[in-house]
């Protein structure tokens, strides 16, 4: 069955929700202990350590000033001394071979807490903006550590009206676009830095990056992360030899503890998003792009610290002044559009997102001095449409992709960009760290958005043949049941009823309509969950209601 594009508005319109009430799966970090860090996080200058007031970041002063390095703490006292963290966790790192460091809990000590924080690379008062050669010259020195990643043009070109090319720098080694800068970073260290180590805060893509990328340059790298990262990627940097250290409950508290430790220790704080040279490193994709598409219109960056779209606006546009740089990030966080509204990094709440690596509350003050004059524009995206889009990268594209990587996909999916229709678009997939429970839980949700996976409640006739019945009528539909279950006892209608909750795969959404329509004609009490557009593809964008589901 047809529908025309009214039908599916009106349909869309009585049946359409976004998915906000039910995307906890990933650990959410409350918005009051967010705001909370960020107060404590509040960066002071030290001035003890004058900064360097140019802009010319191979010249740039190294982490704050140090005394020589502190004897170890007694054991008792040692805020690294290994402590349970959980028994899982230790029984599986008590099998892995004894070259790798073990993981760390940590509490924080008097001697760690109350310091003055600050980091000399990221300093409020004195943006640093990035310049073209800091590109160039990272391009020239990490070009035999990185792969140069494929851009090639896209099958979902034909769903979605414009000419889509991937950059897919989920292919790096480590899964993301990350190690261009860590790399970059850890080659521009001074010789007795690299020697002395390096520290970050990350739950995941960064640490992975400059734990893989340190191993190769044989650089000590010390991650500090959140106790909300995922166990893969913690087992993952142990792999590549970095020293873990868990503290904190959200990456703030992680950062504060990195910045704390880094002074004690003599270690360089290498901040994910806003260090120069990181900036510069990501920067790389951006020349990498343009060589490798001709006539681009646009580019689509996701956004989270602003680190990759600083990098990438800066490179492109330096070439070539007419492509349109546009960022997504997630509707969840979105904490660059409203710096750019703000002129500054301000905090922005950030929610539980399927782009978990975008969900950062401030944006780096150089990664806004770099990008704000060079971003055409930037949107948010839905959640519902990052699941899609990753859902279509999987079944179209045959790449797994992980939500931050997606986003620009996902922005295009849910119509937000018409003005690209007809263009040639350059669309970074910069991330595939993914956890297969999670990817599973996406899929899932897309079949949903999608009106592939369907739920509906129905109460039939508790006479015999009253179910066979029913599922007769599925069958011949061609629906198929994936989970099906009734109930009697909290039925208020005829004692002699039954109510069926069933969930389903259908073709597409106009099999869900039909289907829908069908059992309304056949039955007095029916109710279908939701169901979200995003057919429309590269259309108009479809309002997305509420309406309460039936089996919530
Ligand atoms: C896969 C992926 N894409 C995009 C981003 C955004 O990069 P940035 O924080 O530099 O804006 C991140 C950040 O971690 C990421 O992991």
Not at 404 to 411: I, K, P, S
């Amino acid at each position: 069955m047809e529908l025309s594009v009214k039908e599916r508005r009106q349909y869309f319109v009585a049946h359409v929700t976004t998915s906000h009430k039910s995307t906890e799966y990933l650990a959410d970090p409350d918005d009051a202990d967010l705001a909370k860090g960020a107060e404590q996080l509040t960066v002071q200058e030290d001035t003890s350590d004058p900064i360097d007031p140019i802009d010319d970041v191979t010249s740039a002063p190294h982490s704050a000033p140090h005394s020589a390095p502190p004897s170890p703490p007694p054991p008792e006292n040692n805020p690294l001394h290994p402590i349970a963290y959980s028994a899982a966790l230790v029984s599986k790192v008590d099998r892995m071979p004894v070259d790798i460091p073990q993981i760390q809990t940590s509490e924080e000590t008097d001697e760690l807490s109350g310091e003055v924080l600050f980091d000399p690379w990221c300093d409020p008062c004195n943006p640093r903006v990035i310049q073209f050669q800091d590109i160039s010259a990272a391009a020239f020195k990490i070009k035999s550590g990185i792969m140069m990643t494929p851009c090639t043009r896209s099958h979902i070109s034909s769903m979605t009206g414009c000419q889509i090319f991937f950059k897919k720098d989920f292919l790096q080694y480590t899964g993301s676009f990350k190690e261009r800068g860590a790399r970059y970073t850890l080659l521009m260290l001074p010789e007795v830095q690299q020697k002395q180590g390096v520290i970050a805060a990350s739950a995941g893509n960064h640490a992975l990056a400059l734990s893989y990328h340190g191993q190769e340059l044989s650089i000590p790298v010390t991650v500090v992360m959140p106790i909300i990262a995922p166990i893969m990627k913690i087992q993952s940097c142990r792999q590549f030899g970095a020293n873990i250290i868990i503290h904190g409950k959200d990456i703030l508290e992680s950062r504060e503890y990195a910045m704390r430790l880094a002074k004690k220790e003599n270690l360089t704080y290498i901040n994910g998003y806003d260090h120069p040279h990181i900036i510069a490193g990501q920067g790389t994709m951006g020349l990498e792009i343009v060589e490798q598409v001709k006539n681009i219109d646009a580019v689509v960056v996701p956004v989270g610290g602003g680190g990759l779209i600083a990098g990438i606006a800066l490179a492109v546009k330096s070439l070539y002044p007419h492509i349109q740089v546009i960022g997504v990030e997630s509707e969840r966080c979105a904490s660059f559009r409203a710096a750019m509204e703000a002129g500054q990094p301000v905090y922005t709440a950030a929610k539980s997102t399927l782009a978990d690596g975008l969900a950062v509350p401030k944006v780096g003050i150089n990664s806004l001095a770099t990008a704000a004059p060079l971003v055409d524009k930037c949107i948010a995206v839905p959640e519902e449409f990052i699941a899609m889009a990753i859902l279509r990268l999987v079944e179209i594209e045959k790449a797994v992709v992980e939500g931050a990587g997606a986003v620009g996909l996902a922005a295009i999916l849910a119509g937000l960009l018409p003005e690209l229709k007809g263009k040639r678009v350059v669309v970074p997939l910069c991330g595939g760290n993914i956890d297969t429970t999670v990817l599973g839980r996406c899929l899932e949700r897309g079949l949903a958005v999608d009106g592939r996976l369907v739920k509906f409640s129905i109460t039939v006739t508790d006479r015999p043949g009253g179910i066979a019945e029913l599922t007769r009528i599925l069958a011949n539909l061609g629906v198929s049941i994936k989970d099906i279950l009734h109930e009697r006892a909290w039925l208020k209608s005829d004692i002699f009823s039954v109510e069926v909750r069933v969930m389903c795969e259908t073709r597409d959404l106009e099999h869900a309509v039909e289907l829908e329509r069908v059992l309304k004609e056949q039955y007095k009490s029916v109710h279908f969950g939701h169901f979200a557009d995003v057919t429309n593809a590269g259309g108009m964008k479809i309002d997305l209601l509420d309406c309460p589901s039936p089996f919530v």
